[in-house]
Nanobody, 129 residues
Framework: QVQLAESGGGLVQAGGSLRLSCAAS????????MGWFRQAPGKEREFAAS????????YYAGSVKGRFTISRDNAKSTVYLQMNSLKPEDTAVYYC??????????????????????WGQGTQVTVSS
């Protein structure tokens, strides 16, 4: 069982930055790919970024590439999402997710909801214009 707890959301003006954190419980964090997804009101949950178990491979949605950076610290069982140059359309609840431990797949696979076994409760990000 893995529990995920996101933090770092808030209200920011367009062009600003936020860093989200996701702390994981359990001893298997280091063997899991991690992802960040987001869901705006009235819309489906969508992929934002993913990172493999070691941190050596990352993948981004086109809408955030070049502005968001995903990273992880396996010693702290934490994954981060640094969000720069925020836009009003980035407003959403942001969720982190953990894949099953010990699995290895393509970057595009980890852009899908079905790749993940555990989800956090989400943190609200609101970008004002």
């Amino acid at each position: 069982q893995v529990q995920l707890a996101e933090s770092g959301g808030g209200l920011v003006q367009a062009g600003g930055s936020l860093r989200l954190s996701c702390a994981a419980s359990g001893r298997t964090f280091g063997s899991r790919a991690m992802g960040w997804f987001r869901q705006a009101p009235g819309k489906e949950r969508e992929f934002a970024a993913s990172i493999n178990w070691s941190g050596g491979s990352t993948y981004y949605a086109g809408s955030v590439k070049g502005r968001f950076t995903i990273s992880r610290d396996n010693a702290k069982s934490t994954v981060y999402l640094q969000m720069n140059s925020l836009k009003p359309e980035d407003t959403a609840v942001y969720y982190c997710a953990a894949s099953p431990g010990g699995t290895y797949a393509s970057a595009t696979y980890y852009a899908t909801l079905g790749a993940y076994e555990y989800w956090g409760q989400g943190t609200q990000v609101t970008v004002s214009s």
